[in-house]
């Protein structure tokens, strides 16, 4: 096969979809859904505790026969099944991709080089579920003999944003007698901040580092690890006691002064942003205790199993998926909204931000061909209702095309009032709104003057997903994560690239290293950057 064929605009699906999309640009949701009654009823579909009403997006029947064919075309079930087996996906890290094995049922066989790696991964959740039950239980005791009340995880990107968004997700299920912090950021405010009321004989560190090199990472862990020392009179041996890693490097967590029997381990074929489930969350695990998190992986696990064996059409991360390269390459739409309507999924967003952004915000294709249509949409999102009180006017009343992914639940965890129903009722009214807007006749007559009426016109016509749940629990966050992980998934394999690299991450840390000792050196340094660089640098040295 030459280079470039398996693009997707060389699909017959594409062309068909270029000519469809012109007439259903013109087409109104208003139309749509007054000419097909069942619409809402119809367009629905259901997986691992999730419903899905995608019928307020701008497709027909017709739109989504065209985009189950382009997935076909694409050849999308064969690259899931190569996922699911363990093939080398990850060309350009020659990696299997396998945070599916992650929650794999025990006894099940998934073969990597022809190891089964289920057991292993097995054996680092009994381990995890241990070392949980002896903090939760005050079992573990640090350095002066007292339990365990703080447990600070310092790690970044893949290895703080799905820790962060799981603690943050599932609080209500916490042992609340214990604190977890988050230190990412290499501004020691992070650090300075999360331990500045911590009591050291009481705090407990999780370094989260795939590689165990990571500059911020290990920054923090040695800033960190002096804060105990110092508050142990320099005694080193404290550390043993305060400091566990999670890792797949164990040289570099022993020459850290961890010992390598308190590190949990995981492997090259999970990658950052899709090792939550991991030892990653080895926080999580600690905090709602290891049933909760034997939930949460049952929840991505039935995620999987839908991904991997519903026919597309019924198939949520195949739908969501297809819908968003709909209007990524056919609508011209840049970004794509994610508004979860529970507080509790406030970091939801952000995590997101790394899975879609990061995976796919690729412009050549595994061939390494330039494409010649666009990937990654940007994602972001904030909880409803904050969010309309900010930056829905743009969804509403904007230039551009925005889809929404609203989530919601049918019960609150925490049942106060008539605060569910009233917050239930705004994410139902704002997609109903974005769909059916309002028209200048339906302003005018509500007695508006004239020369507003242009102004409080609601075009409409703007496409939404509602994703319902009964409650958000472990499991339910598992499969909304799994959800998205596969949205990603099926859209790289529709623009043929490769979700599962960062290459675009590298150019900026490299940068980095070598402009630090221009900082740091007392002598005046021979720079050779571009002249805003240069003097952005010899700003710096006269003003610090
Ligand atoms: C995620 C990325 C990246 C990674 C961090 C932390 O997919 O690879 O965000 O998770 O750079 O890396 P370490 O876990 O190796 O410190």
Same mark, same amino acid.
Request: include cysteine.
């Given at each position: ?63 989504? &026969? ?51 790696? *289920? ?49 943050? #997700? ?13 230190? @990412? ?38 800033? #960190? ?21 999670? @890792? ?122 330039? *494409? ?44 106060? &009032? ?93 940068? #980095? ?32």
């Amino acid at each position: 096969m030459h280079k470039g064929a398996n693009l997707p605009i060389h699909h017959p699906s594409w062309k068909l979809l270029e000519a469809h999309a012109t007439a259903m640009r013109e087409t109104h949701l208003r139309t749509l859904f007054s000419k097909d009654v069942d619409r809402g009823q119809r367009l629905t579909a259901n997986a691992a505790g999730l419903f899905l009403d995608f019928s307020k997006n701008r497709i027909t029947d017709e739109t989504m &026969g065209l985009l189950c064919q382009l997935a076909r075309e694409s050849g999308l079930q064969a690259k899931i099944d190569a996922m699911f087996r363990g093939d080398k996906i990850n060309t350009t890290e020659n990696r299997a991709v396998l945070h599916t094995a992650l929650r794999a049922p025990e006894g099940s066989t998934i073969l990597v080089d022809g190891k089964n790696v *289920v057991p292993e991964v097995h054996a680092v959740l009994t381990k995890m579920a241990s070392f949980a039950n002896r903090v939760r239980s005050g079992d573990w005791k640090g350095h002066t003999g007292k339990r365990i009340r703080n447990v600070v995880n310092i790690g970044i990107g893949g290895s703080d944003l799905g820790p962060v968004m799981a603690y943050e #997700a599932l609080r209500h299920y916490s042992d609340r007698e214990l604190t977890f912090l988050f230190v @990412s950021n290499v501004d020691g405010i992070d650090l300075a901040e999360a331990t500045r009321d911590l009591d050291p004989t009481e705090t407990l560190f999780i370094v989260s580092s795939k590689t165990f090199t990571t500059l911020e990472t290990m920054t923090n862990a040695q800033s #960190a690890r002096d804060w105990l020392v110092n508050a142990f009179a320099g005694d080193r041996t404290s550390v043993a006691k305060h400091f566990v890693a999670v @890792s797949t490097n164990s040289d570099k967590v022993s020459g850290f002064g961890i010992d390598t029997e308190n590190m949990f381990g995981f492997w090259d074929w999970v990658g950052g942003r899709y090792s939550m489930d991991s030892a990653i969350g080895l926080s999580t695990m600690i905090a709602i205790g290891p049933d909760n998190f034997y939930e949460m992986l049952d929840g991505f696990h039935q995620m999987d199993e839908h991904y991997r064996t519903c026919p597309h059409d019924r198939n949520l991360p195949v739908i969501m998926g297809m819908l968003s390269i709909w209007y990524t390459n056919f609508f011209d739409s840049h970004a794509i909204a994610v508004l979860p309507y529970e507080n509790y999924l406030k970091r939801f967003p952000a995590y997101l931000q790394q899975l879609t952004m990061e995976s796919n915000g690729k412009s050549v294709t595994l061939d390494g061909e330039p *494409v010649s249509y666009h990937t990654g949409p940007i994602y972001w999102g904030e909880p409803g209702t904050n969010g309309q009180h900010s930056f829905y006017q743009l969804i509403h009343q904007g230039t551009r095309l925005i889809p929404c992914d609203f989530i919601a639940f049918a019960q609150a965890l925490t049942p106060m &009032g008539r605060h569910h129903d009233i917050l239930i009722a705004n994410v139902l009214a704002q997609s109903e709104a974005l769909a059916f807007g309002k028209t200048a006749e339906q302003v005018s007559a509500e007695g508006t003057p004239e020369w507003l009426v242009p102004h409080r016109v609601f075009e409409g016509n703007r496409p939404s997903n509602t994703i319902l749940a009964q409650q958000l629990t472990p499991a339910i966050l598992g499969a909304l994560v799994a959800l998205y992980e596969h949205i990603v998934f099926t859209q790289g394999a529709i623009w043929g690239v490769n979700p599962f690299d960062q290459w675009g991450v590298e150019l900026g840390k490299a940068l #980095a290293q070598c402009i630090l000792p221009e900082l740091e050196s007392v002598a005046i340094p021979e720079l050779s950057h571009d002249s805003s660089t240069n003097n952005l640098i010899h700003k710096y040295r006269e003003m610090r």
